[in-house]
């Protein structure tokens, strides 16, 4: 019984959600090998190595592997199933590509984000929006298993495990890479941001969101996030999304400026340690899941929050 874990990261370093991946891998109660599929990937795979409890890091480095394509790294997973029972890799936009197809190369069934594992075949996930806990038990041979990171801690380092090279698989020849638009941010990334601030429809314009809410997460440090109206509406771009349609977050502090607090949007972000709401409406859904709640108009609440942090 070996589990294979199969890393997010950037080529150069490993992300924090592999990390936190690997907690949950781990506790299937096998050995677990991490893969690393990329190119120029070495500083990647030393980050694995160094994770503790890992017993060995595939390192897969290719051309096939540098722009993220699902398909050859499908098939890269499916050439290395012979030697493992679990395939596990965190719940991020990329693996929710990769994933299902790796399940359905092996004929089995995907368990989606799980936030518990129970046993080594049964394990729980959030199902309607996060309202309900489903227990899911696989009698599948091969397990193939996403997990939403936000609900299990980061692993650290301490290990020393070996680094091993693979050979790229067979490029199924299903895709092709085009070109990429990268967008530049110097914000912490939402999924390991430690405070986000998040805006909603009340914000009324793109404009205001670089007025009042990004001065408010310079001053913390923070990423910023949105509720699907800001995005739809065009305020926020589509990558600052959070809820069941976007990113599911849980930082230690959340700022829910201006959002009303659709169950959608809770999905999201009810999991958030501290969670702050300014609204100027009192019987915004938002303040039952708030910590802490201002019903103000944010326009005058906002600056003046950034004013007072600027003084500390
Ligand atoms: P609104 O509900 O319009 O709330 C705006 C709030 O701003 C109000 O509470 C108002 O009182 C307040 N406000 C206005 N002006 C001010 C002011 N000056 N000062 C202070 N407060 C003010 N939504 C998500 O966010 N994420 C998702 O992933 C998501 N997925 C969805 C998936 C499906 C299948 C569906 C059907 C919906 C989904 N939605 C999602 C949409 C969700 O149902 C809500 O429509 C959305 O979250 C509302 O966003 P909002 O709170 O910004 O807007």
Redesign the pocket.
């Known amino acids: 019984m070996t589990t294979l874990l199969i890393a997010e990261h950037d080529h150069a370093s490993l992300k924090d959600v592999t990390n936190k991946a690997l907690t949950a891998a781990a506790q299937l109660g096998a050995p677990v090998d991490v893969l690393v599929a990329g190119e120029n990937a070495g500083g990647a795979a030393e980050a694995a190595a160094k994770l503790k409890g890992v017993a060995k890091v595939l390192l897969a480095d290719s051309p096939a592997y540098a722009h993220d394509l699902a398909e050859p790294l499908a098939a890269l997973i499916r050439s290395l199933a012979p030697g493992y029972d679990a395939f596990v890799a965190p719940a991020t936009s990329r693996f929710k590509n990769v994933m299902p197809r790796v399940a359905a190369l092996l004929d089995v069934m995907q368990v989606s984000e799980i936030i518990k594992v129970v046993a080594p075949d049964t394990f729980e996930r959030p199902i309607y929006a996060g309202n309900a806990i489903q227990t899911v038990k696989s009698r599948d041979a091969k397990k193939v298993i996403t997990v939403r990171t936000s609900t299990f801690a980061a692993t650290g380092d301490g290990g020393s495990a070996p680094v091993e090279a693979v050979a790229a698989a067979a490029d199924p020849g299903l895709s092709s890479f085009v070109g990429e638009a990268v967008a530049k941010n110097n914000r912490p990334e939402l999924s390991s941001a430690r405070i986000i601030v998040s805006g909603?429809?009340?914000m009324?314009s793109r404009a205001n969101f670089t007025k009042y809410l990004e001065p408010l997460a310079d001053k913390l440090g923070a990423g910023v996030g949105a509720?699907?109206?800001?995005v739809d509406a065009g305020y926020a771009p589509n990558d600052w999304?959070?809820?069941?349609?976007?990113k599911v977050v849980a930082p230690d502090l959340y700022i829910a400026?201006?959002?009303?607090?659709?169950?959608?949007?809770l999905?999201?972000m009810k999991d958030s340690k501290v969670i702050v709401a300014?609204?100027?409406?009192g019987d915004?859904p938002?303040f039952q899941v708030a910590d802490y709640g201002l019903v103000?108009?944010?326009?005058q609440a906002v600056p003046e929050l950034t004013e007072e942090l600027g003084k500390l």
Request: aromatic share 2%; charged share 15%.
């Open positions: 909603g429809r009340g009324r509720s699907r109206a800001a999304q959070v809820g069941q349609t976007g400026i201006g959002i009303s607090g659709a169950i959608q949007h999905a999201g300014i609204n100027k409406d915004a938002i103000a108009d944010l326009y």
